[in-house]
């Protein structure tokens, strides 16, 4: 699909972003008012300790309807989804670490929350299209590289078991209600607008943020384990086509890149790019080694055949501008705290 026949797809379209006031949801918003003629909803509660930033909007605020309230928030959900002809539902939790630590919200958040969405689906609007963000999380440590979407699913932690549920149901509710749902696993996703206030969501962002402090990075057992990452541009245009096909519906796709490079080599492209910082080995912290999955990335090859998508920015162009963004915004991302956030 081109991209003039992809857009047309939305134009005098309707469509909800849930989380879209977060790192990926806000770069598609942003997507959508460039694309333009598209009505963009944006349902975000902005939790505190997440990468929800009224600031990643607040340039096109006046060409998007902001919902500030609760997934799991049913008055408000069922209003909202009826009416909808795309949802793209990329609200959660995303810290695996904050997964061991309150397993309760992360299932509040990334399984009650996508059911009650669901659900208010099954209501208000069976047909729906909806596209779910899960994560490459879900197949736990690999037992081979890349990753391909017939490896086993064994997540290691409470955030990839209840990512896999929500896919499940996503699919199940396609089985058996018809909604239009399709999953896509991303992989490390980085760029613009992603939260940088703590370490416990992206190691690439905090990468990024230490680089351009002149800080230590600190790399766990050597930093030799190897990742691929998706600059955010990427991953929009495969929600864009994964939302458009009606050839995707009831699928997972992975997302992923050719270029999986160990976390050392990235600090060090970093140390590169910004001419600061270095880099340190540490000893794993123990939370953190006993959620590890060691080198993990993944074939793109079924969503490259069925949709066409592959990642188009490499991984160097992605870190510049990246860096690029956050030296001139920096004050909107170093040390706000969530009252902040949801002032700004
Ligand atoms: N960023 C990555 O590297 C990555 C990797 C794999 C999967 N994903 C998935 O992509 C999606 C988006 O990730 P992100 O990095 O943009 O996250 P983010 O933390 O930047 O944004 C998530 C947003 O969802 C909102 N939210 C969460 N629960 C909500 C609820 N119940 N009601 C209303 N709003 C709610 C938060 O306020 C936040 O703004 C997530 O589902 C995540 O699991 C992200």
Redesign the pocket.
Known sequence: MTASNLFSEYKGRSVLI????????SNLARKFVEIGGVEVNI?????PE????AYNVHDIADRVKLHR????DDWVVNHLVSGMDYIFN?????SHLDSMTDPQRDL???CA?HLRLLEACRDFNPHVKIVY?????VYGKPVYLPLDEQHRVAPLDINGIN?LAAEHYHLLYHRVYGTRAVCLR?????GPR??LRHNR??VIAWFIRQAIDGEVIELFGEGRQRRDANYVDDVVEALLLAGASETAEGEIFNLGSDEAVSLSVLAELLIGLTGRGSVRSVPFPRERQLIEIGSSYSSYQKIHSVLGWRPRTPLTEGLARTVEFYRKHREHYWNVDADTVSRS
């Not at 309230?69 to 799991?72: G, I, P």
């Not at 963000?133 to 999380?137: K, L, P």
């Not at 991303?186 to 980085?190: G, V």
């Open positions: 849930t989380g879209g006031l977060g790192f990926i949801g349902l975000d509660a902005l939790l997440q990468g929800g930033n309230a609760d997934m799991r990329l609200a959660g939790n995303v509040d958040l990334n929350a963000t899960s994560t490459r999380q990512k991303l992989t490390n996703t980085y992603q939260l969501q992206g």
